[in-house]
């Protein structure tokens, strides 16, 4: 039943879900395709704790890459939903779990609390790109000025551009922590920081840095109350924005081309903002959000409206707390991946219709541990769900037949 927020509803979509394995964590989705990732001379393997030539991380090391051990990897469109599609080689001890994760086409790249990057071509072992700083905060990928680039951000406000073999492209420190990345389709490097201590702050202090140059765009923001609660980057009419949500439950919209704000709105006073995600119904912009109120809604991203509001399960509020939340679509249908991780009990996955509010199907948790980190990829022509888990191993999993 669309749009239905009843528990009957909601148990009729329940009931047509299927649990397979996997569970999952924090998220980034990048939405420019590049071309595909080449092994570069320092791709890793599961005893590779550090390099061992002794060079930079980001100069390559001599002699030729190693070829992948990975096994082929069935079509995902021949999979039923759930499906684990591949399985790579774990990453390298000593860098602990990954923190961030975006992907763009077959390309997923994603970040470690060690400041360490790497990137899989899907199906394929890890290539270390580089080492950027302090604990990675954003990754996002995409070209710039017809180049295909990776940009990361660090907690000690280095934001840096790489290759996609690991050359560094640009290195540059801001004097705030970097709290997310984006490589616009139009072809620009944005990076967001934000200065914010809770304990004296009533607002943060967030700027915007053209990640190429290092410098600022537009005015400082000061108006974020109780700092960002929740950010996203989209595409509204002719211009790439930044989505911003606050503590009071407030909306901004802002142009990355300058840093304007073109309108905000609030959500209401009842369940605060967790996390934002921007995608598109029937060719419109929206607004995917997650709510301490255990609730899943849609906005219209130019007015503010809210379209839809669905609860997590029959057992909301009880099981707020999600982890992660990606948008994107799975063949005609909007979709959104969103990783639950309540209080009490185990993170799983949900893949949700924004259509009429089904659940398509869930992921739970499965070999590896708990996935720490998901994003929409791409494999053989189809969409699929990628993750890290506790074991440090990528995996994608089918959304199911084309």
């Known amino acids: 039943m669309a749009g239905a927020d009843t528990e009957t509803g909601r148990g009729r979509s329940i009931s047509r879900r299927a649990v397979f394995g996997g569970a999952a964590a924090a998220a ?21 704790v550090l390099r061992q030539d002794g060079r930079p991380m980001d100069q390559p090391s001599s002699g030729s890459p190693s070829p992948s051990t990975a096994s082929p990897t069935p079509t995902p469109s021949d999979e039923s939903f759930g499906t684990q599609i591949a399985a790579s080689e774990p990453l390298p001890g000593g860098n602990g779990a990954t923190t961030v994760l975006a992907a763009a086409g077959g390309i997923v790249v994603c970040g470690t609390p060690k400041g360490v990057v790497f990137a899989w071509d899907l199906g394929q072992t890890a290539t270390r790109i580089g080492d950027g700083g302090g604990a990675t905060t954003g990754v996002a990928t995409g070209g710039v000025g017809g180049t295909p680039v990776l940009a990361s951000g660090h907690a000690d406000g280095w934001m840096r551009l790489w290759s996609l073999t690991g050359q560094s492209i640009s290195s540059r420190k801001v004097s705030d922590p970097v709290i997310a990345v984006t490589v616009t389709g139009s072809g620009k490097a944005v990076a967001v920081s934000q200065k914010y201590d809770s304990m004296k702050d009533l607002h943060s202090v967030v700027r915007l840095w053209d990640i190429s140059t290092g410098k600022q765009i537009g005015p400082a923001i000061t108006d974020h109350f109780q700092g960002v609660r929740g950010l996203a980057f989209g595409r509204l009419g002719e211009d790439d924005v930044l989505v911003t949500g606050d503590g009071a439950q407030r909306v901004r919209v802002r142009r990355l081309s300058d840093g304007r704000m073109t309108h905000s709105f609030r959500t209401g006073d009842i369940g605060g903002i967790e996390r934002l995600a921007c995608g598109e119904i029937k060719g419109k912009p929206v607004l995917v959000s997650t709510h301490l109120d255990a609730t899943l809604r849609v906005y219209d991203l130019a007015t503010g409206k809210r379209r839809k509001k669905w609860k997590f399960s029959e057992q909301s509020p009880d099981d707020r707390g999600t982890t992660a939340l990606v948008a994107g679509r799975l063949g005609d249908a909007p979709i959104a991946v969103v990783a639950h991780g309540p209080w009490t009990g185990d993170i799983i996955v949900r893949v949700w219709n924004l259509d009429d509010g089904d659940t398509i199907g869930v992921l739970g948790p499965g070999p590896g541990g708990a996935i720490r980190a998901v994003a929409l990829a791409e494999q053989g022509g189809r969409p699929v769900v990628a993750g890290t888990a506790e074991d440090r191993t990528l995996r994608t999993w089918s959304l199911g037949p084309a």
């Open 28 to 48: 980034a989705l990048a939405v420019s395709a590049f071309t595909i990732l080449r092994p570069r001379n320092d791709t890793v393997r599961p005893d590779d």
